[in-house]
Nanobody, 124 residues
Framework: QVQLVESGGGSVQAGGSLRLSCTTSGYTYRTSSMGWFRQAPGKEREGVAC????????YYADSVKGRFTISQDYAKNTLYLQMDSVKAEDTAMYYC?????????????????WGQGTQVTVSS
């Protein structure tokens, strides 16, 4: 089993910054990719950013390119999402996920493990 626990969500004004963290534990060696999804009320879930844990290749959704940065501290088993220049449309529940591959659009594929989510609210 792999456990994922997100933190760092909250309220922020448009143009501001926020950093999300995802602490992992368990059999993380069973996963090759990790990343972030988000889901806003009434909208479909979308991949935000994804990285390959060992080789470090990174992919982003077009909607966040240039504003969000995904990174990991391999030694601490922690994944991060630095959110800069946030917009009202970034408001969503953000989920950490672990799987096997990444899509070019920043989506974790073969997702078997999810966190409980952390809410991000951007006010304009």
């Amino acid at each position: 089993q792999v456990q994922l626990v997100e933190s760092g969500g909250g309220s922020v004004q448009a143009g501001g910054s926020l950093r999300l963290s995802c602490t992992t534990s368990g059999y993380t060696y069973r996963t090759s990719s990790m990343g972030w999804f988000r889901q806003a009320p009434g909208k479909e879930r979308e991949g935000v950013a994804c990285l390959y844990r060992v080789i470090g290749t990174i992919y982003y959704a077009d909607s966040v390119k240039g504003r969000f940065t995904i990174s990991q501290d391999y030694a601490k088993n922690t994944l991060y999402l630095q959110m800069d220049s946030v917009k009202a449309e970034d408001t969503a529940m953000y989920y950490c996920a672990a799987g096997f591959t990444c899509s070019d659009g920043g989506e974790v594929r073969g997702t078997n493990y999810w966190g409980q989510g952390t809410q991000v609210t951007v006010s304009s």
